[in-house]
C-alpha cells in the first residue's frame, strides 16, 4: 500500500496499490466522503497513467487542485519510482 499526503485539499491522505499497472485498493482519508467513495469505485482497475490523463489539473474551487488531481500527482510519483520502497 501506497501512501501520499495530499496538499490544498480536504483529504488528509491517499491510499492507493498499484498491480500490473492498474489502481487497485484506492482510498482518500477525510474530504468529501460520497464523491471520494466514487472515485475510488471508478479508478479501481483502471491503468494509473489512463487516470493521470484524466484527472490531473482539475480543480476544486479556487484550491488550484482537487482531490483527483492529487491522486494523478501520487500516481505520477509513482511512475517516477517515488514509491519504490513503499
Same mark, same amino acid.
Given at each position: 500500500?501506497?501512501?501520499?499526503?495530499p496538499?490544498?485539499?480536504c483529504?488528509?491522505?491517499?491510499?492507493f496499490?498499484?498491480q500490473d499497472?492498474k489502481?487497485?485498493?484506492?482510498h482518500?482519508?477525510?474530504?468529501?466522503?460520497?464523491?471520494?467513495?466514487?472515485?475510488s469505485i471508478? !479508478?479501481?482497475?483502471m491503468?494509473?497513467?489512463?487516470?493521470?490523463?484524466?484527472l490531473?489539473g482539475?480543480?476544486?474551487e479556487? /484550491?488550484?487542485?482537487s482531490? !483527483?488531481?492529487?491522486?494523478?500527482?501520487?500516481l505520477e /510519483?509513482?511512475?517516477?519510482g517515488?514509491?519504490?520502497?513503499?
Amino acid at each position: 500500500m501506497h501512501e501520499f499526503i495530499p496538499q490544498g485539499t480536504c483529504s488528509s491522505k491517499i491510499l492507493f496499490d498499484i498491480q500490473d499497472g492498474k489502481v487497485k485498493n484506492l482510498h482518500f482519508e477525510d474530504g468529501c466522503d460520497g464523491n471520494l467513495k466514487a472515485l475510488s469505485i471508478l !479508478a479501481d482497475g483502471m491503468e494509473a497513467g489512463e487516470l493521470v490523463k484524466k484527472l490531473k489539473g482539475l480543480e476544486c474551487e479556487d /484550491k488550484g487542485t482537487s482531490c !483527483a488531481d492529487q491522486l494523478a500527482r501520487a500516481l505520477e /510519483k509513482y511512475s517516477n519510482g517515488a514509491f519504490a520502497n513503499s
